[in-house]
């Protein structure tokens, strides 16, 4: 499966720990983007790189969050001190630089406790 | 006002129907507009993309676009059961570059009962 692909599928943690997502994108797309979803809701915007480059990040991305892609392949979110409102469904996707559509993966659960 | 509005539905259309889906943005800016499908616990599937004014047509789903009453709407003609998902509207508000920075409704679901 030559898809986006994201580990862990499921986390559950407790408020206050740390957790750490990855994603690894489709191989020859050079851009890739990170978006949350909570129930009800569609997907909004977390931040953007460019090969290694972090281009843009939304306001949704607190202190507490920080995304790396360090050989501009696999990237992984890291939530520090994680409180219950970071509950979501976290998604990757990305794209070539021809980019029409963003192929997502399969997302990352998140539940705080 | 949300910047990408969406009715929530649930649409509910019989098998072999046309399901209309509709969705209106407020940047008049905006130049691109994609369709995403997303069944119940999965991520969101692109259905199809358009740029220009009109109609694009792909299979089963056509997308239209009237940018001047800042309006975009997907028709699936021949709706099976198995279309029934959440259907995502986004307006791309990517900077210079061209990368997608998506922005996304909340969705309509849709339920095609046999």
């Known amino acids: 499966d030559t898809g986006v692909s994201q580990n862990p599928r499921h986390k559950i943690t407790k408020r206050g720990q740390n957790v750490t997502f990855r994603c690894d994108p489709i191989?020859?797309?050079?851009?890739l983007y990170w978006y949350r979803q909570t129930l009800g809701q569609g997907p909004e915007f977390l931040t953007y790189?460019?090969?290694?480059?972090?281009?843009?990040k939304s306001r949704l991305l607190s202190d507490r969050f920080s995304a790396e892609r360090p050989k501009g392949s696999f990237s992984t979110l890291e939530i520090q001190r994680t409180e219950q409102g970071d509950s979501a469904m976290y998604l990757c996707?990305?794209?070539?630089?021809?980019?029409?559509?963003?192929?997502f993966g399969p997302g990352t659960r998140l539940l705080v406790l | 006002q949300k910047e990408v509005e969406q009715n929530s539905g649930p649409l509910s259309v019989p098998e072999g129907a046309i399901a209309s889906l509709n969705c209106t943005y407020s940047?008049?800016?905006?130049?691109?507009f994609f369709w995403y499908r997303q069944y119940s616990g999965k991520s969101p599937e692109l259905i199809m993309f358009?740029?220009?004014?009109g109609d694009k047509e792909d299979g089963r789903f056509t997308a239209q676009l009237n940018k001047a009453s800042q309006y975009v709407s997907l028709l699936i003609r021949d709706s099976q059961p198995s279309d029934s998902a959440t259907y995502l509207c986004?307006?791309?508000?990517?900077?210079?570059?061209?990368?997608?920075?998506?922005?996304f409704g909340a969705g309509t679901r849709l339920a095609v009962h046999p």
């Open positions: 986004a307006v791309n508000r990517g900077g210079s570059g061209g990368y997608n920075k998506l922005i």
């Open positions: 940047d008049r800016g905006s130049q691109s």
């Open positions: 358009i740029y220009s004014n």
């Open positions: 790189f460019q090969n290694e480059a972090q281009l843009e």
């Open positions: 191989s020859e797309h050079n851009r």
């Open positions: 996707a990305s794209s070539s630089s021809e980019g029409t559509g963003d192929s």
